[in-house]
C-alpha cells in the first residue's frame, strides 16, 4: 500500500507551558488523519515528480513560484478547505500529482452535478478490460485497446445495443495500472441511459456487451477472459458510491472515472501510477515506469464525451486540463496573505501542507506559524534577493509546535 511506503505524519500544537503550571498544556491536534495527509501525501508525491524532471520549467514552477503580476500568495479557506492564491500551476494531469487532484476534482464535480440535475438519465458503469503481457508496452496497449472500443462502436451491432437500451451517450475514461503481468490498461464507460434497468436485465445487457467486447479484442488480435472482460454496475451503486464521495477511499463511479490516477490502497496486486511514483525514490525500475506512464499519457483527455452528451446534460463546453488546475475560488476573504520573501520560507522549509492544515485548524493556529515563517526571514539582500536563513533551518520547527513523523 502507498501509505505504508511513506511516512505519515501527525501534526500537534502545543501552548509553551506558563511559568505558574509548567506542566499544563492544552494540545491541539490538526485533524490527524485523512484530508490533511491526502494533501501532505500529494505534496510529497509532486516532489518526487518534479525532482524526475529538472528540465520540465513548468512542474519545477508548480505550486512553488508566485503567479506573475502577483505581489505574495494569499489562504483562503472555502467550504472548509484552504487553498493558496496567487501561485503557478504547471496543469500536467498525468506528471503532477497535484495539478491532477485539483483538475479530476472539478470532472468530479461537473459529472456529480449533470446526473444530479437530469435524473432522467442513469449512468451505468461499464468496465472494460482486455489480456495483456508483461514487457508489452503501454503504448501498445493502449493502442490497442482504444483500436477494439473504436471498432466496437463502429458496427451496426452497437447502434442496435444502444437503441435496445435506451443509451444516450457515453463517458469513456482511459485508467492505467501495473502488475505482475505489466501494464494494465482498461476503460471505465459510463453508459448514460433513459431505462433504468434492475439486476437480471444489467445482466443481459452485460452478456450482450461482453460478446460485443471479446469479438472487437479478437479483430485487434487480444483477447479478453470470459465474464470478466466486460463488467456493468448498476445505477443505485454508482449512486451509492456518489454519496459516498468524500469520505476519501470510497470511489465512486465518477470517481473511478476522474481520479483513476489519484486513488490508492489497492489489494489486488495492481498498483496505480501515483503509487509507482511513490517508491521512485527507491527503485530505478519504478523511475523507468514512472517515465514510461507519464509520456505515453501525456496530451490524452481524461474523459471523453460521446458526441452531444454534454449538451444533452446542460454541461457546457468542456475545459482544458491547465484551465481547470488554474481555477481559484476567489469568494472568501484571504485569512493571510504572505510576501514573495516569506512564501520562499514556506516553499523551503515544505510548509506547504502544514501551513494549510494549520489555516483549516483557525485563524490563532495559522497565525502562531505564521509568525514563525516571519521569524525565519531575517536577512534579505536587496541587490541579489538572496534570503538568509538561519542555520540550520530544514526541518527545524517552531520552538511551540510540535511535529512528530514517524514511519508506519
Ligand atoms: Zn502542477
Known amino acids: ?23 499544563a498544556r492544552s494540545v491541539h491536534v490538526l485533524k490527524p488523519h485523512g484530508e490533511d495527509e491526502r494533501r501532505a501525501l500529494l ?4 516532489d518526487y515528480a518534479r525532482r524526475l524532471e529538472p528540465n520540465n520549467k513548468r512542474i ?3 505550486g512553488r513560484r508566485v503567479a506573475p503580476h502577483r505581489q505574495g500568495v494569499a489562504i483562503k479557506v472555502e467550504n472548509g478547505r484552504a487553498a493558496y492564491h496567487g501561485v503557478m500551476r504547471c496543469g500536467s494531469l498525468y506528471s503532477c500529482p497535484t495539478c491532477a487532484a485539483r483538475i479530476t476534482e472539478q470532472r468530479r464535480i461537473e459529472l456529480t452535478s449533470a446526473f444530479d440535475t437530469h435524473p432522467e438519465y442513469r449512468p451505468y458503469l461499464l468496465t472494460l478490460t482486455m489480456r495483456h503481457k ?4 503501454l503504448k501498445r496497449g493502449i ?14 451491432a452497437w447502434q442496435a445495443f444502444k437503441t435496445r437500451w435506451y443509451i444516450v451517450g457515453t463517458i469513456r475514461a482511459l485508467e492505467v495500472t501495473h502488475g505482475r503481468n505489466g501494464w494494465h490498461p482498461h476503460f471505465h464507460i459510463l453508459l448514460v ?4 434497468w434492475e439486476r437480471h436485465e444489467l445482466d443481459q445487457m452485460q452478456a450482450e456487451l461482453e460478446k460485443l467486447w471479446l469479438n472487437a479484442l479478437k479483430h485487434h488480435g487480444r483477447n479478453g477472459q470470459d465474464g470478466v472482460a466486460a463488467k456493468v454496475t448498476n445505477s443505485e451503486g454508482v449512486k451509492a458510491y456518489i454519496a459516498k464521495y468524500g469520505t476519501e477511499e470510497s470511489w465512486n463511479a465518477v470517481s473511478e472515472l476522474t481520479k483513476s490516477g489519484v486513488k490508492h490502497g489497492r489489494t489486488d496486486g495492481q498498483r496505480t501510477p501515483f503509487q509507482i511514483l511513490a517508491s521512485t525514490p527507491h527503485s530505478h525500475r519504478d523511475r523507468k515506469l514512472w517515465h514510461e506512464y507519464h509520456t505515453t499519457m501525456k496530451g490524452r483527455r481524461q474523459l471523453i464525451w460521446s458526441r452531444g452528451l454534454r449538451e444533452l446534460l446542460g454541461v457546457g463546453k468542456e475545459r482544458p486540463d491547465e484551465e481547470l488546475a488554474q481555477e481559484e475560488p476567489t469568494e472568501a476573504p484571504p485569512m493571510a ?9 514556506v516553499v523551503k522549509a515544505r510548509w506547504r501542507s502544514l501551513l494549510l492544515d494549520a489555516a483549516e485548524a483557525g485563524q490563532a493556529v495559522l497565525d502562531t506559524y505564521l509568525a514563525y515563517v516571519r521569524s525565519q526571514v531575517v536577512k534579505v539582500d536587496l541587490q541579489t534577493g538572496q534570503i538568509y536563513y538561519p542555520s540550520p533551518f530544514m526541518g527545524e520547527l517552531p520552538p511551540n509546535v510540535r511535529i512528530a513523523r514517524h514511519r508506519s
Open 143 to 156: 493502442d490497442d485497446i482504444q483500436g477494439a472500443w473504436e471498432f466496437m462502436k463502429s458496427g451496426r
Open 337 to 345: 496573505v504572505l510576501s514573495r520573501t516569506e512564501w520562499r520560507v
Open 134 to 137: 508483461y514487457g508489452e508496452s
Open 43 to 46: 505534496y510529497l508525491l509532486q
Open 60 to 62: 519545477q514552477s508548480c
Open 193 to 196: 441511459s433513459e431505462g433504468e
Open 1 to 23: 500500500m502507498l501509505t505504508a511506503a511513506l511516512p505519515t505524519a501527525t501534526w500537534e500544537m502545543t501552548n509553551t507551558p506558563s511559568a505558574h503550571s509548567p506542566s
